[in-house]
């Protein structure tokens, strides 16, 4: 015996909660929804893990990030749902799924059945021990998913600042420089460690990458290009005391961040469900090709990219929150919406900087603006089309702009002119 519901979405976080919000904005019945999460506090906006709660000053912890502050909504704490008729199921895994049946089984040995299901498991870290590195587990070695990996970071922050300590991150991607800035913010000496022979390896062009990674340097940011680590040594209680690069070199170290990238938490479904570049293979509503009952978002969902043509899976919170929305559109309307046609969009903020990206890095790569003023850009042109653009230190209206010219991919006759226009180009579109 169990309990039975319209719809069950599987996963408390971001798409989550963006989901439970589409659902009420849609007048879905009281008891009619359920939401089951492995974390212990309702969906919250993961993208301040990384930045506000690190702060040394004026973190932001919980509850100040439930969503949807982070679209400019309201805040939503347990009592919303419950107000809303919604069925918070915090703190409990499913442990197993049966898309066939439409039941999820709990690791407390509950059935759950539905009518519809949406999957928002999101993702996990991918761990060092995945890569053959022992000693990955001491307690000084941190990750960055969730809230409580987030608390043990700040934990570890202080000790590690208790001992004028150093610190090592290992990657170059966004946890990697995002991390790195909180460690500085923190008092911390920071050394990075990712085999690319530059930052944000999957966006950035060596030439973009070369401005932040002065910037750093210029803060003490200590950077090991193209090494990976090998293995840790450790002290008699376990502590990481060394990190032991693959060419031998040794630096010793109070605390260790690891930001290697993720694996998407789809394993309940291998088997049951078309699965894709790593993903749930899902049509434009969102729905599993597979099994018409099954939606998948966020990170989890490998979706058709309309404006491209092809299927990609994204990482970033704001396909999270719109595909999200958009299944749920879908649910409540039979499917009388339209397919997802979405635009991708990235951001990062690290110390005072911040950059926006729209559309997608392929083909040439056209610089514009001022490296040295903090306030430069680039475009991506590929077969005399505009299709990617980037700007550090924009305005609302700039990037607004960026957003116009990736979406409306104008045709480009002289990239010189525009490498001069730079954001004139756009903001004439
Ligand atoms: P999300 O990971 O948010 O939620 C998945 C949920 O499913 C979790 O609550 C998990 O516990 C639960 N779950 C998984 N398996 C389960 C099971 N079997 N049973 C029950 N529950 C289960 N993006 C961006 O664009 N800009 C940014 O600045 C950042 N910053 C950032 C910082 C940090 C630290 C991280 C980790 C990530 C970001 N991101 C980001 C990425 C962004 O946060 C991410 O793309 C979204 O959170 C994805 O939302 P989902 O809901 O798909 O997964
Ligand atoms: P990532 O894919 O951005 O970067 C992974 C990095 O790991 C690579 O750049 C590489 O330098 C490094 N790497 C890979 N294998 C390695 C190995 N064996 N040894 C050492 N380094 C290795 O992933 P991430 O930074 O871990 O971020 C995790 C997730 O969180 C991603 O989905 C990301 O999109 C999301 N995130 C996004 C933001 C943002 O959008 N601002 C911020 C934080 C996190």
Known sequence: MGRAFKVVVLGGGTAAGYAASE????????????????????????????????????????????????????????????????????????????????????????????????????????????FGVTGADAHNVCYL????????????????????????????????????????????????????????????????????????????????????????????????????????????????????????????FEGQLAMEKGGIRVDGKMRSVSNHSVYAVGDVAAFPLKMYGDVRRLEHVDHARKSAAHAVQAIMSSNKVGDYDYLPYFYSRVFTLSWQFYGENVGECILFGDHSASKFGAFWVHKGQLVGAFLEGGSKAEYAALARAARQRPTVDDTRLLAMEGMGFAMAL
């Open 145 to 268: 998913r969730d809230v409580q990996d987030a608390a043990h970071l700040v934990d570890q922050m202080a000790a590690c600042r208790k001992v004028e300590g150093k610190a090592v991150v290992i990657g170059g991607g966004y946890i990697g420089m995002e991390c790195a800035a909180a460690l500085h913010g923190n008092h911390i000496p920071v050394t990075m460690v990712f085999p690319e022979h530059h930052c944000m390896a999957r966006l950035f062009t060596p030439e973009i990458a070369a401005f932040y990674e002065t910037y750093y340097g210029k803060k003490g940011v200590n950077f090991i290009k193209g090494n990976v680590m090998a293995s840790f040594e450790q002290d008699e209680f376990g502590k990481v005391t060394t990190v032991v690069l693959k060419d031998g070199r040794k630096i010793a170290v109070d605390l260790v961040v690891v930001g290697i990238g993720i694996h998407p938490n789809v394993d309940l």
């Open 23 to 130: 659902f009420v904005k849609l007048g879905i019945h009281h008891g009619d929804l359920c939401i089951i999460s492995e974390e212990s506090v309702a969906p919250y906006e993961r993208p301040a893990l990384s930045k506000g709660y690190l702060l040394i000053e004026g973190a932001a912890w919980l509850p100040a990030f439930h969503t949807c502050v982070g679209t400019g909504e309201e805040r939503h704490m347990t009592k919303w749902y419950k107000d809303n008729g919604i069925e918070l199921v915090l703190g409990t895994r499913v442990k197993a799924a049966d898309v066939r049946a439409r039941t999820l089984l709990t690791a407390a040995g509950e059935t759950i059945s539905y009518k519809f299901l949406v999957i928002a498991t999101g993702a996990r870290v991918l761990k060092l021990e995945e």
